[in-house]
């Protein structure tokens, strides 16, 4: 099948950058991106797009309303499409069974039966969503169930490595680019049409064909792992502690070997993300649902480990004010789960700044991308607090740093952002109470010159000398 049109339903954080960067290398393709949601595909048409991501502004403005287009109009965006992408949310169960670990595929089902619905000659339906494994066989049935005659689908799976703040960059050059479908005459066909779309910029060598059931299972398996690294150097940060080891010094030792590579050995204050612990748990859920409870129980650790070091970090913030936070001023500087994207999914922030809230304390927050409602839809969600009146008082959102800080007993970094590293510490030092902490959640800082200034520093996986032990001589004079 020559795939002239393309519909992608869901413009998220997948959906809407993937799609913009297919048109803008395929100019002989249309490619249209529906929602449901009509505030979010008036953002796709406006300057102000729903998501940052470095280059994606460029990209969208130099093909919007050329072969690109965002609209509501889900039924039409279906009928005239050869192919669909299905880019839905797939969040984890808050209820019922798999409540906390399997995966809603509510929307996936939703968007299964728009499809059949509304589809009026044949389709390749592709799954790009993270889903567990077998979903495919799920969106087959309910397209099955409700053929139409001389309607005919071939279900794909195509999972979607982006990482947001890298999203442009990974969908131009992606290190590989992976295609599941049926082993039968039809699904190789349907398979083939698809990698002729990569093939507009990706090298073929890039494109990896396999069965749907591989294909769901390795988007799993990649994001298990790269999880799996960041607790695993997390838990050898906490034994650094202990021993006077320096986590960033065993990561670049253990990282210089090739078998085990450099990347993702970042110890920090946890993982954050809408994959990481959806993934994971998804997993996990999966094998307990194969009666595979020592491989659920393994890829669960990752998780508790992940948990234990978001607890493990604010526990030290507590310990070190003096075992109480009650009403004290502490500056979180970041809340987005990661650098360069507005995305608060899961952010570690979140945990850190709930456990202080439990405490009573006075939160400050500065983030130079999350907006303010942003925070506190975070904050509100009744699994963090369900006392909205609380964290209306306690919470504070401020748009400059310095603001942030004054009066504060401490700055706790809770994200890796660039611009925290260029502030001039001597006047945060300067406006804020006495002993000033600073908590490097991502060891992003120069400690030993906010040392020299006279703070307390804390961080990941490293001891360092005290401000009482080792003060400038204008401190103690
Ligand atoms: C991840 C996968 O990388 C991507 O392939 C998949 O498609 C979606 O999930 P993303 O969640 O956007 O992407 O960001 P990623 O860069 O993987 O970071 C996830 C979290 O891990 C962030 O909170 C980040 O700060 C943290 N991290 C990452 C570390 O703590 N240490 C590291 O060394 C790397
Ligand atoms: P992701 O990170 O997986 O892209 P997002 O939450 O950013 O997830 O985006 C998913 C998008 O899918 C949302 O904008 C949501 O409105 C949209 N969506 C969910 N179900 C449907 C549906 N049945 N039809 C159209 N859009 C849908």
Same mark, same amino acid.
């Given at each position: ?20 960067? +297919? ?38 403005? #130099? ?25 839905? %949310? ?17 929307? +996936?089902?939703?968007?299964?039966? $728009? ?42 799976? %195509? ?74 150097? %997390?838990? $050898? ?22 078998? +085990? ?53 604010? %526990? ?45 304390? #006075?939160?400050? +927050? ?65 406006? $804020? ?45």
């Amino acid at each position: 099948m020559t795939i002239k049109k393309i519909c992608c339903i869901g413009a998220g954080y997948v959906g809407g950058p993937s799609c913009s960067v +297919i048109a803008y290398k395929c100019p002989d393709i249309t490619v249209n991106v529906v929602d449901l949601s009509v505030q979010r595909i008036a953002q796709w048409n406006s300057d102000t797009l729903p998501i940052f991501e470095p280059g994606l502004d460029a990209i969208v403005k #130099q093909v919007r309303n050329k072969n690109l287009f965002f609209s509501t109009d889900i039924t039409a965006g279906i009928k005239e499409a050869d192919l669909i992408f299905i880019c839905v %949310n797939t969040p984890t169960k808050s209820f019922g069974l798999g409540k906390g670990r399997a995966a809603d595929l509510k929307y +996936i089902e939703s968007a299964a039966r $728009m499809i059949a619905k509304d589809a009026t000659q044949s389709k390749i339906v592709v799954e790009k969503s993270t889903v567990p494994v077998k979903a495919a066989e799920s969106i087959s049935n309910i397209l099955r169930a409700n053929q139409k005659p001389g309607v005919k689908y071939q279900v794909l799976s %195509n999972p979607e490595f982006l990482a947001e703040g890298t999203a442009v960059k990974d969908l131009l050059e992606p290190d590989r680019v992976l295609i599941g479908g049926e082993q039968t005459p039809e699904g190789l066909q349907a398979i083939e049409s698809l990698v002729w779309v990569y093939q507009h910029w990706v090298p073929k060598e890039n494109v990896i064909t396999m069965n749907t059931w591989s294909s769901e299972l390795s988007k799993l398996a990649a994001n298990a792992f790269l999880a799996q690294r960041i607790s695993s150097i %997390n838990a $050898m940060s906490a034994v650094c502690e202990c021993t006077g080891a320096d986590v960033s010094e065993v990561a670049h030792a253990i990282g210089t070997d090739s078998r +085990i590579g450099n990347k993702f050995l970042k110890a920090s204050v946890g993982f954050g993300g809408s994959c990481f612990q959806k993934d994971v748990l998804n997993l996990v859920y999966l094998c307990e649902c194969l009666n595979l409870p020592e491989v659920a129980a393994y890829w669960q650790q990752v998780i508790n480990i992940n948990e234990y070091q978001r607890r493990r970090f604010a %526990n030290r913030i507590i310990e070190c004010l003096f075992n109480t936070v009650t009403d004290k001023k502490i500056a979180i500087f970041g809340f987005s789960f990661k650098k360069d994207t507005g995305d608060t999914r899961e952010s570690a922030a979140i945990y850190i700044t709930k456990y202080l809230l439990d405490e009573g304390a #006075q939160i400050r +927050i500065y983030d130079p991308k999350v907006e303010t409602d942003q925070i506190f839809r975070e904050l509100t969600h009744p699994m963090i607090c369900d006392d909205e009146e609380k964290v209306k008082r306690l919470v504070t959102v401020c748009n400059d740093p310095y603001v942030t800080a004054e009066d504060s007993y401490a700055i706790v970094i809770c994200t890796e952002w660039d611009e925290f590293v260029t502030y001039d510490y001597k006047r945060l030092y300067d406006t $804020m109470l006495k002993p000033a902490y600073v908590f490097d959640g991502r060891l992003i800082l120069d400690h030993e010159k906010l040392i020299n200034l006279g703070f307390h520093v804390e961080t990941i996986g490293k001891r360092l000398i005290r401000a009482n032990v080792h003060r400038p001589i204008a401190a103690t004079n």
